[in-house]
């Protein structure tokens, strides 16, 4: 959710800054920084005694930190000031809340999913700065596509992992996450009848359908028992294809 989108962008950029590489610094150190973060949020918020992980999570923390400056500060001289200003804002709100919510153990809500694969996502946003200087309209709508399908998968995965633990206990599977999952892959089939017979439509076809014969597939009992490796495996797989579906449609 965060690499792809960025990957796509340079893609559609059609041009090359040297910019782009500190995007991409920038989001792989402020993803990495985020664990050693939450350790050093849980020793100053919650534990009472000193615990011996601390000390290599301040470490790690200091040398990310050290490099998402320095990319910040690239990304400073090469952005639009009140572009960087938003994106700044947004990612320092988004972070607060992540280690918010980590250290409360609240991270399998699926609402704080949605909302991390919608901040994910906007890493394209950077990466259109960086190559072109201002957020370009196609990185707008890919932004949109990329997370409405993101925020499908997530419900998706909570479905299964429902129906698992229902199978496990011998009861019927709730339906409050499958539902939900119906409706957003519905709402990927519907934005793709608004673009008619063009990649863009596919891709987003392809997201809904793929998603759909997940939940169908749920139903099966042998299908629940699949590793959740190989689901996630076939997840990539499905968003690759869509990836590359809205590149070509994008393009």
């Known amino acids: 959710m965060l690499f792809t989108p960025m990957v796509c962008a340079a893609i559609l950029a059609r041009e090359w800054h040297w910019a782009e590489v500190a995007a991409f610094t920038a989001a792989f150190s402020a993803m990495a920084a985020k664990d050693p973060l939450v350790i050093v949020a ?11 992980e601390t000390n290599a999570a301040i470490r790690w923390l200091i040398g990310w930190t050290l490099l998402l400056v320095l990319s910040g500060l690239v990304l400073l001289f090469s952005w639009p000031l009140k572009e960087t200003l938003l ?6 709100a988004f972070a607060a809340l992540a280690i918010l919510v980590n250290v409360k ?6 609402l704080f999913q949605i909302a991390s694969a919608i901040a994910l996502t906007s890493s394209s946003l950077a990466v259109s700065l960086s190559a072109t200087g201002s957020i370009q309209k196609w990185c707008l709508w890919l932004w949109l596509f990329l997370a409405m399908q993101a925020a499908t998968g997530i419900l998706v995965v909570h479905a299964r992992l429902d129906a698992r633990i229902a199978q496990r206990k011998g009861m019927s599977a709730p339906n409050e996450f499958r539902w939900k999952a119906q409706v957003a892959a519905a709402l990927l089939a519907a934005t793709a009848g608004m673009f008619g017979q063009s990649f863009v439509a596919l891709g987003l076809l392809a997201a809904a359908f793929g998603y759909a014969y997940d939940l169908y597939r ?12 190989s689901v996630g495996q076939r997840a990539l797989a499905l968003s690759s294809l869509v990836s590359i579906l809205l590149i070509l449609g994008l393009w």
């Open 42 to 52: 849980r020793q100053k918020l919650v534990w009472k005694q000193w615990h011996p």
């Open 87 to 92: 994106l700044g804002v947004g990612i320092g």
């Open 105 to 110: 153990n609240r991270q399998r809500s699926s």
């Open 218 to 229: 749920q139903r099966d009992a042998s299908d629940l028992q699949r590793p959740l490796t």
